[in-house]
């Protein structure tokens, strides 16, 4: 079985950090991404990675502040949030794809399996 469980996510003041991570089982996969989603809102890319070269993409308005990696021998994602901002409130998810490709997705049709989500919540 393929199952992907977020944990990390809580309440911060804004300008605070928090770690998420993703604990990926059943195997392994070719990229590896987080997404986002605020209330009233549709899900939002937040970052990528390939899980062979370590290779990385975010969106531009977590560049700076998010770092998005990977232990591969735990096959385990996880994100670093530094600087939040109110903002950033959403709940998070995690999302891999089965296959590579020579680009790293940024929309969710391009992952295959999603977690259940966390709730990250930043006051100001």
């Known amino acids: 079985q393929v199952q992907l469980v977020e944990s990390g996510g809580g309440f911060v003041q804004a300008g605070g950090s928090l770690r998420l991570s993703c604990a990926a089982s059943g195997r392994t996969f070719s990229r590896y991404g987080w997404f986002r989603q605020a209330p009233g809102k549709e899900r939002e890319f937040v970052a990528a990675i390939t899980w062979s070269g370590g290779r990385t993409v975010y969106a531009d308005s977590v560049k700076g502040r998010f770092t998005i990696s990977r232990d591969n021998a735990k096959n385990t994602l996880y994100l670093q949030m530094n600087s939040l901002k109110p903002e950033d409130t959403a709940v998070y998810y995690c999302?891999?794809?089965?296959?590579?490709?020579?680009?790293?997705?940024?929309?969710?049709?391009?992952?295959?399996?999603w977690g259940q989500g966390t709730q990250v919540t930043v006051s100001s």
């Open positions: 999302a891999v794809r089965g296959e590579g490709d020579i680009r790293i997705p940024v929309i969710p049709g391009g992952y295959d399996y």
